[in-house]
């Protein structure tokens, strides 16, 4: 049976099968046993509870390392091309989550080449203006400046492509047509990037003259570049960094990923109480009933309700999300009624976020790297 | 017919036709009414009256503009992998004399990258070493420090690359492989390269803010860089490098291109005095005749006689060049002479050459340009 639907760096589509991806990336399923042992940690974030960071490679062993004494480092990103939305931030939560609970120091990467290298309406005037906006939402997040550092792509070069150059010899074009799908008609830029999106992956390694454990939370489209990273580690004498992977947050209209370029299946980072409730109420994918009788008496289906679904990311409290889920099940609580419940807390973790974000201008330079 | 020699950026070999080259990669070559031209400016280099720079895109228009108060900047380079040799040091020995001429600022380029991605054998670490000794060479051929940056791309990156980025993203692989030849099995960094080795065309314009002229004097193997410079140049609104390019100093056995890998063919910017006449003694290619009584008698051939072809590039003086080369061509100068007076000249270059290289270490820093 054909694949029914894409996971690429660059695309998302159709109906994504996260079972098949476990076996088609080759990652692990993040099984209860693997939940019981981050218990020992600290709360289980709900985003692990919820199965929504469901993959990983090698985090089992990295865990192993901690208990020994062995700390690692977390390496994550935002590629800036456009405004912030609700579903670039999931991994980012949980990064933040991770710092906190493991007293990790993290990479942040703003590869402010990529977009520009990919697309081709974007120039690179236009991704910095992007990257200055991003970095803003970023630092919102409450990362802690002290363990954290946040560098461009173009700023940290002179530190960065010596170190891709080293990787760059180690992957042959026939690999990266493979992993990436290239073409005769790619750029050069293209095909050379996925070596600067690998060296935050062994920066500390480097640094510190001794292999240092790397943990790399993303959503799963992300994956080819680091399986090209994990390849070439040891190689490179350096670990395999090992990885968490999350689902991708719903688009308004229920399509498998929120997708910055279609402004009405987008809730930003940025939108105001008024663009929320609109939106939500507008265009939610709705799991109701057509009709409040049917509706009432068969009940809605929250595996399918936007509403619902986001609820499962912003709503942290198992009970009320629970309570929640029962009564649209039960047909007691209506499609507006939810969508009113998920406005009001997407409105709330929103005015949390602005109100930070408005105080992050101050505190960048904390936060950069730079060469 | 099938072309009997190659002439890449990494291979050179067979009896190269100059001729045909200049056809085949699409240059002009320097005739007289261009060496007229040039000859306002001040006394002919010997390797222009000798034509040993044979070739050229553009110098007529990069003089014109400077008639009119244009001034160019030059930009050439070294890829350390090994010692200077004589070879390497003709095409600098030109861009000094250009640097004087015109009065034109030099970017010297040291892709420390280039030879460790494209060679199997060679670590970062020996290339460094043999750029910190190489441009202790290119310093004593007595560049002005005033005009002259010297930069390795490492070291410059966070310059460059954005610049590369910019280039890479006009440069397609299908492009890449049709002038370079590269292959499945070719490394991404070695196919991204090339763009690095275009940025320092580009530097000043982007600097100053608008369109500036830049020659870049080479051996005609890098030419498919600099095709695909010029190719990209207008797609980023800067103007066309111009080039002007030498044939190469033949080896000690006569093969078209001294090369370092070879020892005995080679004459390195360290040897000593007896060094050098040991082995051009030893293994100079000779014009001459097999016997005593055949030479007197029928006279060398000074057009394949490796000590000659040497002299047109180190004897500066016309007369007793001409006279040398009748001398040997009536049978009067003998073989073994004529070495020894191409002997006494390597050495009297190589002499001021090494006492000006004991010098340079201390002038380094005046030349280097870091991020």
């Known amino acids: 049976m054909a694949k029914e639907y894409t996971v ?27 939940l019981k042992k981050i218990e020992k940690y600290g709360k289980l974030h709900h985003f692990l509870r919820r199965k929504h960071f469901f993959a990983h490679r090698d985090l089992d062993i990295i865990l192993k390392d901690y208990d020994k004494g062995k700390k ?3 390496y994550t990103g935002r590629s800036p091309s456009g405004p912030i939305h609700l579903g670039h931030m999931i991994p980012w939560m949980f990064t933040k989550w991770l710092q906190d609970t493991f007293d990790a120091p993290l990479l942040f990467q703003i590869p402010d080449e990529e977009k520009f290298l990919f697309k081709n309406n974007l120039t690179m005037e236009e991704s910095e203006k992007w990257a200055t906006d991003n970095i803003l939402d970023i630092i919102a997040l409450g990362f802690d400046h002290k363990k954290t550092s946040i560098f461009k792509n173009t ?26 799908g290239y073409t ?40 080819p570049h680091f399986r090209i990273t994990r390849d070439v580690a040891p190689k490179l004498g350096y670990p395999k960094p090992a990885s968490i992977n999350c689902k991708f947050l719903p688009s308004l209209k229920g399509d498998s990923k929120m997708s910055s370029s279609i402004n009405e299946t987008c809730i930003y980072a940025g939108d105001s109480p008024e663009e929320v409730s609109s939106k939500i109420r507008k265009y939610a994918f709705s799991g109701g009933r057509d009709t409040l009788k049917e509706h009432r008496k068969k009940g809605g289906n929250p595996n399918i309700d936007v509403a619902y679904q986001w609820l499962t990311y912003f709503e942290e409290d198992d009970k009320k999300l629970e309570q929640v889920y029962h009564a649209y099940k039960s047909g007691e ?10 406005i009001e807390t997407i409105n709330k973790f929103l005015s949390t976020h602005q109100k930070a974000r408005a105080k992050a201008e101050s505190k960048v330079e904390k936060f950069m790297l730079r060469d």
């Open 8 to 34: 690429t760096p660059w695309e998302v589509h159709g109906d994504v099968d996260y079972n098949e991806i476990v076996k088609e990336f080759g990652t692990k399923e993040i099984d209860d046993s693997l």
């Open 72 to 74: 690692f480092y977390l």
């Open 155 to 180: 700023e940290y070069a002179k530190t960065m492509y010596p170190v891709a150059v080293e990787i760059s010899k180690r992957i042959t074009l026939s690999k990266a047509k493979a992993v990436f």
């Open 184 to 223: 005769n008609e790619t750029n050069i830029g293209s095909i050379f990037y996925t070596a600067m999106q690998s060296v935050p992956a062994f920066l500390p390694s480097i640094r510190e003259g001794e292999p240092t454990n790397c943990l790399i939370p993303y959503a799963i489209d992300q994956d």
């Open 333 to 342: 609580l209506l499609s507006g009624e939810l969508k009113e419940i998920c």
